[in-house]
């Protein structure tokens, strides 16, 4: 038994800011954010909520899959930015009162863990119809005082239904974390008025160390998915698509290089979207798969990494 992708479904906000709108509010550059990243713009939420976003990419991807929300047996959000911090939102927003909702927090592997969460529930037989959702409002996470940090990220949410399948679905899937290493890419918690605790500790927003992230994940990322490819049977030579978390160019070149992949096989939205944290894997396989980029049998890598540290790869049959 596999666990089959039958729908998915994307949702951005409608403000876009090009890199030029903040060259006006704050020290930087078309030119840097550009060159060191691949981004030109993103979609930033004004209006929009997390739940409103992720709702109507799930009502894309139940769509195709031709699944009313009343069926859906369970709903997993994969976020660090959810609207409330408590769960089951997406749920209400849905009327999917049959399912039984959690978020899952695995910062920008968070597509990836509740999908292979979906799909460890799907192979023990205990649920068929799982809506996976990826998604971010990073803005109101960021300090917009720092440059280094609030250039990269965009909002959005992406959303896959999963179903069981005989003959196409995930084949194998990797996972891993490193808390040890936490500490280069951070947030931490909100602040209260708890009277017995002395919480001296200011706002809290995404700090990170830029270059530490980026020798991890030029390093782990090719491991996890050779690793994964050959789980599955496979080589990387017979993969059709490389799905990955768009974090920064440089990365996904690096990781092509290394894997010594065409970059043709890593399609990226990077640019208009900037990193969508555990929204961007969902809302890319939305586009490829919108684009027609998808055919029946092809062999595709879902790959996800990010704070934690934790990292994810998946290998499917479309
Ligand atoms: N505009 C202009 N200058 C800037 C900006 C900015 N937005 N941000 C930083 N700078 C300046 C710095 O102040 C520094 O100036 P200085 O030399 O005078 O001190 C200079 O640019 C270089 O800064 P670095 O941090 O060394 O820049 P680097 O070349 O390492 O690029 C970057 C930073 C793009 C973040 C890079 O480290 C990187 O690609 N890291 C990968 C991590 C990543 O992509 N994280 C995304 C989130 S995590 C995830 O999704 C997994």
């Known amino acids: ?40 713009s993103r979609h930033l939420a004004v209006e929009e909520t997390l739940a409103g976003l992720a709702a109507k990419a ?25 609207d409330r911090l408590l769960p089951c939102e997406l749920q209400r927003e849905l009327g999917a009162a049959k399912a039984v909702a959690f978020d899952i ?14 799909d460890a529930y799907i192979r023990s037989g205990q649920y068929r119809n799982i809506l996976v959702v990826g998604g971010e409002i990073l803005s109101k996470l960021m300090d917009w005082n720092d440059r280094s940090t609030c250039v990269l990220f965009g909002d959005g949410a992406g959303a896959a239904v999963v179903r069981p ?38 706002l809290s ?6 270059q530490a992230v980026y020798k991890f994940a030029v390093r782990t990322v090719p491991k996890a998915i050779t690793e994964a490819v050959e789980r599955a049977g496979l080589t990387v030579e017979d993969i059709d698509l490389f799905v990955l978390h768009q974090a920064n160019i440089r990365i996904i070149e ?4 290394r894997l010594r992949v065409s970059m043709e096989r890593f399609p990226t939205n990077l640019s ?16 490829v798969n919108r684009r027609g980029l998808l055919n ?16 994810g790869a998946s290998v499917l049959i479309w």
């Open 272 to 287: 208009e979207c900037g990193n969508i944290s555990a929204g961007s894997v969902p809302v890319l396989l939305d586009d």
């Open 205 to 210: 927003f995404v700090t990170m160390d830029g």
């Open 165 to 202: 399948d005989e003959a196409y679905g995930i084949l194998s899937s990797v996972q891993g974390s490193d808390g040890a290493r936490g500490g280069v890419l951070s947030c931490g918690g909100r602040r209260n008025n708890n009277p017995y605790v002395t919480n001296s500790t200011a």
């Open 58 to 82: 799930a009502a894309q991807a139940l769509e195709e899959a031709e699944i009313a929300a009343e069926d859906l047996d369970m709903i997993l959000a994969g976020t660090i930015s959810a």
């Open 296 to 311: 029946k049998g092809d062999k595709v890598v879902l790959a996800g990494f990010g704070a934690g540290l934790t990292w």
């Open 105 to 118: 927090n695995a910062a920008c592997s968070g597509f990836l863990f509740a999908l292979q969460t979906a």
């Open 1 to 40: 038994m596999k666990t089959r992708i039958c729908g998915t479904g994307s949702a951005l906000p409608k403000r876009v800011v090009k890199n030029e709108d903040l060259s006006k509010i704050m020290d930087t550059s078309d030119e840097w954010i550009r060159s060191r990243t691949g981004i030109a």
């Open 254 to 257: 690096s990781v092509s290089k």
